[in-house]
């Protein structure tokens, strides 16, 4: 019998063990994947780098929820929104950046964030749709007109101008709709002109401020003693919410709003009767919340200390406002709530340490009628509060825990 050459035998398994060796090497690829998938969702997850196939694209939770707490103080009440960033994260890895723009338009409708504004931005710039970039981008500069990577991203890409999303100081034409309406800043007068009479229209848009939620002033100054304004307001969906009608010639229109943070408005402004002129247009906020805002749900209750007084305030009908407290001992904690407004008609909840409903304070019927109320306690626990208007009144108060 022929003898086997060495170089023939060796290519043999010499051993039932060596014939598992290929097995348990897939078995290494596969438990590579998934470490590497776990740190793709961990490092979004717990603020390592952007891990977006995409430069410029911000892929990290964390920076979505610090943005979210400060335009709209507080946390997300319905995870929707940060479900839609995470899943538009995992169709850009994906491939699939169509995909991650129809998410990120609908997160938008909850979350109005510069954060997704730049990453649309991003996407359409990658998809050469400098149109829908411009816009995108745009929108996170109306939020927050220094946003850093909104910036070195305009730089970056090249062919947009630099400036773009700065409040203007004075009416830029067109501006004769809302798709090309002027952004202007709170606080600025902005100066404008009907030219033609009523074939002259202007719009301008601004955005609420972040939280807390405050009272804005619209006022409208005419230069000129003849003139006739008039002014719509319109929503982030065109709904029309104020017609202010043209009154007396030469009278500003004023208007007070109470709108929700972080949303977008529009200003119709037209003239009547063929007049014309300049005026200006100005939108202040009014600074009307207390120093204990935003606290309007329990998850966001403002800490008070025992024997030390708080002044606040029921600024509006929307308006609510919960306190957290440390009992100092056992047994009762007493609460005086001094009502400084002639208008108000407080009421009081209390709650126990698990947040559950504890009960009310006593029935309160006038205006600027106080209310004293006690309330058990265990030593050291946290309890909290609400305190709120009845019939739609508001005011100005005082409240101690003895």
């Known amino acids: ?21 290929p097995r348990w090497w897939w078995l290494g690829v596969c438990a590579l994947l998934l470490l590497a998938l776990a740190g793709f969702r961990l490092a979004r997850r717990h603020g390592g780098g952007s891990t977006s196939p995409l430069q410029g694209y911000e892929d990290r939770l964390p920076v979505f929820q610090r943005e979210y707490h400060h335009f709209y103080g507080r946390l997300m009440r319905d995870p929707n929104a940060e479900r839609l960033f995470e899943e538009a994260a995992a169709a850009i890895a994906a491939r699939r950046n169509g995909d991650a723009i129809a998410l990120l338009r609908t997160a938008t409708r909850d979350a109005a964030l510069p954060v ?13 749709d ?55 800043a709170l606080g600025r007068d902005v100066r404008a002109e009907i030219a033609n009479g009523t074939a002259d229209v202007d719009y301008f848009r601004f955005i609420a401020p972040p939280a807390p939620r405050d009272h804005l002033l619209i006022r409208i100054e005419h230069l000129s003693p003849t003139m006739e304004l008039g002014m719509r307001m319109y929503d982030g969906e065109q709904g029309l919410v104020l017609d202010h009608r043209p009154e007396i010639p030469g009278d500003p229109v004023v ?15 037209r003239s009547a009767h063929e007049t014309s002129g300049e005026y200006t247009v100005r939108v202040s906020p009014m600074h009307s919340f207390d120093a204990y805002e935003p606290n309007d749900n329990i998850f966001a209750a403002a800490r008070i200390e025992p024997e030390t007084t708080i002044d606040a305030n029921i600024m509006d009908v929307e308006d609510t406002d919960f306190y957290s407290f440390e009992s100092p001992r056992a047994g009762t904690v007493t609460i005086e709530l001094e009502n400084r407004s002639p208008t108000l008609i407080p009421a009081l909840t209390t709650f126990g340490p698990d947040m559950r409903n504890s009960g009310f304070g006593p029935d309160v019927h006038q205006p600027g009628a106080s209310l004293h109320h006690t309330m058990a306690v265990e030593a050291h626990r946290t ?20």
């Open 130 to 184: 400098r149109t829908h970039a411009t816009a995108a981008f745009g929108e996170a500069l109306a939020r927050a007109p220094d946003y850093a990577l909104v910036r070195q991203n305009l730089v970056r890409l090249g062919g947009f101008n630099v400036e773009m999303g700065r409040p203007v100081a004075a009416e830029e034409e067109p501006n004769n709709s809302s798709v090309n309406a002027n952004l202007i």
């Open 383 to 402: 309890y909290f509060l609400q305190v709120w208007a009845q019939a739609r009144t508001s005011g100005s108060y005082s409240l101690t825990i003895h």
């Open 255 to 269: 208007e007070y709003i109470a709108p929700r943070t972080n949303t977008t408005w529009y200003l119709e402004i």
């Open 1 to 21: 019998m022929p003898s086997v050459p060495a170089a023939s035998a060796n290519r043999n398994p010499a051993s039932p063990e060596a014939a598992r060796l």
């Open 116 to 128: 997704i504004f730049n990453n649309l931005g991003v996407l359409f710039a990658d998809g050469e």
